[in-house]
């Protein structure tokens, strides 16, 4: 089991240090140019294994809590195997879950664009339906093994599905909510790998820090004001080219 966990590791790793350096290219670049597109095509792919990989990671870990994270065995947090299913488990195949949702949302939303009817697709449907399961999950193994923090991680599940949900079951949308979608979806994929890598890391680094709040609290503070930012620029441009388009005499 142990070695599966490596491999699954090591794939984890790579895609997602990979996907950390690419997120920032199309957050910071010109939107729509061939760079942004390019490398939020790497962004996208990155995250889809990371998901898959991490789904790997939390199922070896359930299976073998103590055999997977040998060197957690005699750290005084972590040493109890229902804790280590709990946040290395549970609380990661919901991480997992959820940055392959909303990769695939926000990969979908700005594929299609104004052919809304095509994000109802049955994949998309059922991620919507796994990420609540799975944010419902954790928030009971959270009150199981007393660790409030997995319960507020779910919060962000519950709000996923319930955004998605609206934006899927509306008729027309509108000119700009696609975008505005593709927005906060892949920012969002890009707030769960960041937290993934604070929270997980951290164990390995500074165990101390692991179940710090402060620590997992800057990547979903940072998203948000991204988020925010740029959904109001997608606004404001569309407001300024309507203003700017010649009226019909």
């Known amino acids: 089991m142990l070695l599966a966990f490596q491999v699954f590791l090591a794939i984890h790793i790579i895609a997602g240090a990979t996907g950390i350096i690419a997120f920032w290219v199309p957050v910071a670049g010109r939107k729509g140019s061939p760079n942004h597109r390019r490398w939020g095509r790497v962004f996208n792919r990155c995250m889809l294994a990371v998901g898959c990989a991490a789904i790997g990671l939390s199922t070896t870990t359930l299976i073998d809590p103590l055999g997977t994270h040998p060197h957690l065995a005699e750290h005084p947090d972590f040493r109890d195997p229902a804790l280590i299913r709990a946040v290395f488990g549970w609380m990661m195949l919901y991480l997992a879950i959820l940055t392959i949702n909303l990769t695939w949302y926000g990969w979908l939303a700005v594929r299609n ?54 934006f899927l079951r509306q008729d027309d949308p509108g000119p700009t909510l696609w975008l505005r979608e593709h927005i906060k979806a892949l920012v969002g994929a890009g707030i769960s790998v960041y937290t993934a890598f604070f929270a997980f890391g951290a164990v390995r680094v500074a165990p101390f820090l692991a179940l710090n709040p402060v620590l997992w609290a800057i990547p979903l503070i940072v998203g948000l004001t991204l988020i925010v930012v740029h959904r109001r620029r997608v606004l404001r441009q569309y407001a300024a080219s309507r203003s700017a388009a010649p009226v019909a005499s």
Not at 128 to 138: E, F, H, K, P, R
Not at 152 to 162: D, K, N, P, R, S
Request: hydrophobic fraction near 55%.
């Open 113 to 166: 664009g104004r052919r809304h009817h095509l994000n109802r697709e049955w994949r998309n449907q059922a991620l919507q339906w796994l990420v609540l399961a799975a944010a419902v999950n954790c928030a009971v193994q959270a009150w199981r093994a007393g660790v409030p923090l997995l319960a507020g991680m779910a919060v962000i599940g519950f709000a996923t599905v319930g955004t998605n949900w609206h």
